[in-house]
């Protein structure tokens, strides 16, 4: 097992060394509707990943299914225009598998974006979310099985899963370049199905401040490469389980793109402080 996945981590980063003539320290990975940034990359080499060797196809809406490579604020990048979930039908190794082919070229520090629902009553569709811990809800981890040892430690600690110094910088930028950033802890769940009104409830009671479907698995494996992980999550609707009513596909990645500009500032911003 152990060697069967380094063999697709190797063949999908070989792969992408053929094609790209930097070493990019610095990742992205855009959730839904958040893509748009990965335009301003220059000098970009853009990698479908169904031409990669082993990647997973992405079939979730606002997903672009692109690996793009280029500068962004000064600084070499790798970002993911779109990723993969579990309720796509992956295993936790396969939505975690472009985090490990990250780190084998060169990868340091990943900024994970997504689109959220918020859960905290002091925010509001639309704000900007620095996430500051996550509780894994799905029952899954993309560490089970065999660990390896090149990889990680067995036991990674998930203390400062999100690094302070990085959400500290991301603070400071917001508030230098006036723009509102919230904080909060993100539950991760694995979907499709948005929660039920008992299942928000329960959420809130467990201290989270927003939910989704994605970010958990890929920052679990960037801390077990020793990747510094900064999160940045767009409440793209209120999760409220008293509210009459929970917006649906379209309005979550209308509002998401609606943020799109304010989100690419900041993002940009951080990268060129780093």
Not at 114 to 129: E, H, P, S, V, W
Not at 178 to 194: H, W
């Amino acid at each position: 097992m152990i060697e069967e996945y380094r063999t697709k981590i190797k063949e999908a980063t070989d792969f992408i060394k053929s094609k790209i003539n930097i070493v990019p320290e610095y990742a992205l990975i855009l959730g839904s509707g958040l893509g748009d940034l990965a335009n301003e990359v220059e000098n970009k080499v853009v990698i479908p990943y169904a031409e990669i060797p082993n990647f997973p196809k992405s079939t979730a809406p606002g997903h672009a299914g692109n690996f793009v490579f280029g500068t962004l604020s000064g600084k070499p990048v790798a970002i993911m225009q779109g990723r993969f979930h579990l309720y796509e039908g992956y295993s936790p190794r396969e939505v975690a598998l472009p985090v490990r082919v990250m780190k084998s070229l060169g990868v340091k520090v990943l900024i994970a974006t997504c689109a959220t629902g918020g859960l905290n009553r002091n925010f509001k569709a639309g704000d900007i979310m620095l996430i500051s811990d996550h509780i894994n809800l799905t029952s899954l981890n993309p560490l089970t099985g065999p660990n390896d040892p090149e990889m990680g430690d067995r036991f990674p600690v998930m203390f400062g899963a999100y690094d302070t110094e990085l959400r500290e910088l991301a603070k400071n930028i917001a508030l230098k370049d006036g723009v509102y950033l919230q904080s909060g802890v993100y539950a991760g769940i694995t979907g499709p199905a948005f929660t039920t009104r008992s299942e928000l409830r329960y959420l809130i009671t467990l201290g989270a401040d927003s939910v989704g479907m994605s970010v958990v698995q890929e920052v679990i494996a960037a801390r077990h490469s020793d990747i510094k992980v900064l999160g940045i999550g767009t409440i793209t609707d209120m999760a409220l389980p008293d509210s009459p009513y929970h917006a649906g596909e379209e309005e979550i990645l209308e509002t998401a793109n609606k943020v799109g500009p304010i989100f690419k500032k900041l993002i940009k911003s951080v990268l060129a402080e780093i």
